[in-house]
């Protein structure tokens, strides 16, 4: 059974810093593309970044580049969203994703809500 769980988020102060983890259970993160994605109330889902499965791609939404690094480590099937000079604005719940192919899902974790606030 594939399982994605995100951790790290949390409350922090503008300006401040978080790590969010994406980790994989009942498969091995190592042959696919993961994204991130927020989505903060009353409002659609967006993307935040994408990293390919090698690393070797990346992108970023223009709201959080310069301010958030994405990473992955496929010894420990981890990928990482390392969040920079938060803003009041990136308040949401932030979920990982990874497409499977052989069986054509996307697969979601439950999300971790990260609060930016004074």
């Known amino acids: 059974q594939y399982q994605l769980a995100e951790s790290g988020g949390g409350l922090v102060q503008p300006g401040g810093s978080l790590t969010l983890s994406c980790a994989a259970s009942g498969f091995t993160l190592d042959y696919y593309a993961i994204g991130w994605f927020r989505q903060a109330p009353g409002k659609e889902r967006e993307g935040v970044s994408c990293i390919s499965s090698n690393g070797n791609n990346i992108k970023y939404a223009d709201s959080v580049k310069g301010r958030f690094t994405i990473s992955r480590d496929n010894a420990r099937s981890t990928v990482y969203l390392q969040m920079n000079s938060l803003k009041p604005e990136d308040t949401a719940v932030y979920y990982c994703?990874?497409?499977?192919?052989?069986?054509?899902?996307?697969?979601w974790g439950q999300g971790t809500q990260v609060t930016v606030s004074a």
């Open positions: 994703n990874a497409f499977i192919p052989i069986t054509q899902i996307t697969y």
